[in-house]
Nanobody
Framework: QVQVVESGGGLVQPGGSLRLSCSSS????????IGWFRQAPGKEREGISC????????YYAASVKGRFTISRDNDQNTVFLQMNSLKPEDTAVYSC?????????WGQGTQVTVSS
């Protein structure tokens, strides 16, 4: 069964850090570009970062650039999103997605809450 799964969310204080993970079952992430998105309550989903398959070229939205880092570990079949200097406005459900054989797969999402 093809699945994408996120993990690593939680509650963190402003200025803190979290590392999110995106892994898969039924296929490997190595050959595919992976995107991270987030959706806060009452807001539209926002694409915040992605990483390409071959050259691992990365992209960041202006809202997270300089604070978030996307990377991939092919041995672990995982894409990471390191989030530093977190702000209350980063509170959202974070999801990763991948286009695999013509179908876009989304994970269930992981909640990140930044609050004191």
């Amino acid at each position: 069964q093809v699945q994408v799964v996120e993990s690593g969310g939680g509650l963190v204080q402003p200025g803190g850090s979290l590392r999110l993970s995106c892994s898969s079952s039924g296929f490997r992430l190595d050959d595919y570009s992976i995107g991270w998105f987030r959706q806060a309550p009452g807001k539209e989903r926002e694409g915040i970062s992605c990483i390409s398959s071959r050259m691992s070229t990365t992209y960041y939205a202006a809202s997270v650039k300089g604070r978030f880092t996307i990377s991939r570990d092919n041995d672990q079949n995982t894409v990471f999103l390191q989030m530093n200097s977190l702000k209350p406005e980063d509170t959202a459900v974070y999801s990763c997605n991948v286009l695999y054989r013509g179908t876009t797969y989304w994970g269930q999402g992981t909640q990140v809450t930044v609050s004191s």
